[in-house]
T-cell receptor
Framework: DAGVIQSPRHEVTEMGQEVTLRCKPI?????LFWYRQTMMRGLELLIY????????DSGMPEDRFSAKMPNASFSTLKIQPSEPRDSAVYFC????????????FGAGTRLSVL | AQTVTQSQPEMSVQEAETVTLSCTYD???????LFWYKQPPSRQMILVIR??????QNATENRFSVNFQKAAKSFSLKISDSQLGDTAMYFC???????????FGGGTRLMVKP
């Protein structure tokens, strides 16, 4: 299996622009997670989906952030408009709920908002 | 809410020696999972080891083993015969048995010296 695939690997944008991060989970997994990693706050869960349905979005920082999972093999995290404080590494992870509950992570997207 | 604390921000060890990374957590749950993840400079999050709280036997994966002390809410990671490739950030993480979300500690940066 190819593992969790995230794109792009790096993203540099200017303040005010829309940013879309993409994730393809491992085939057969039914849960998907978006995390943000910063030096100040460490690893934070933003949102998680189960069977394509958002279950907990309490970690989404504000309305500028939105996430969708239109099908079992694709999810997006969108920031509109972006701000410099959104600069971070964003990880996507997937797992099979009911199994060992092990979350497998993608390689992350490093976002820089100038 | 659960909290995870890693009290050692940085550690170093000589190649081939043994090192132990500390982790404590706080929860009122009786059944849960604990994990150690490794994040090398490539930033990929890699699962090192997993422990189920109801199992008394400590988990082991090759050179990696844990000392799980449920009453003390302690979950330390021992790395034997340290290798240069073990240089990375190590994160301890907690998941409730009923839930699906990981709570991470702040991480320990491990440097293996030749």
């Amino acid at each position: 299996d190819a593992g969790v695939i995230q794109s792009p690997r790096h993203e540099v944008t200017e303040m005010g622009q829309e940013v879309t991060l993409r994730c393809k989970p491992i085939s057969g997994h039914n849960s998907l997670f978006w995390y943000r990693q910063t030096m100040m706050r460490g690893l934070e869960l933003l949102i998680y989906f189960n069977n394509n349905v958002p279950i907990d979005d309490s970690g989404m920082p504000e309305d500028r952030f939105s996430a969708k999972m239109p099908n079992a093999s694709f999810s997006t995290l969108k920031i509109q408009p972006s701000e410099p404080r959104d600069s971070a590494v964003y990880f996507c992870a997937s797992s099979f709920t009911g199994g060992q509950n092990i979350q497998y992570f993608g390689a992350g997207t490093r976002l820089s908002v100038l | 809410a659960q909290t995870v604390t890693q009290s050692q921000p940085e550690m170093s060890v000589q190649e081939a020696e043994t090192v132990t990374l500390s982790c404590t957590y706080d929860t009122s749950e009786s059944n849960y999972y604990l994990f150690w993840y490794k994040q090398p400079p490539s930033r990929q999050m890699i699962l090192v080891i997993r422990q189920e709280a109801y199992k008394q036997q400590n988990a082991t994966e090759n050179r990696f083993s844990v000392n799980f002390q449920k009453a003390a809410k302690s979950f330390s990671l021992k790395i034997s015969d340290s290798q240069l490739g073990d240089t990375a950030m190590y994160f301890c993480a907690f998941m409730t048995h009923a839930g699906n979300m990981l709570t991470f500690g702040g991480g320990t940066r491990l440097m293996v010296k030749p």
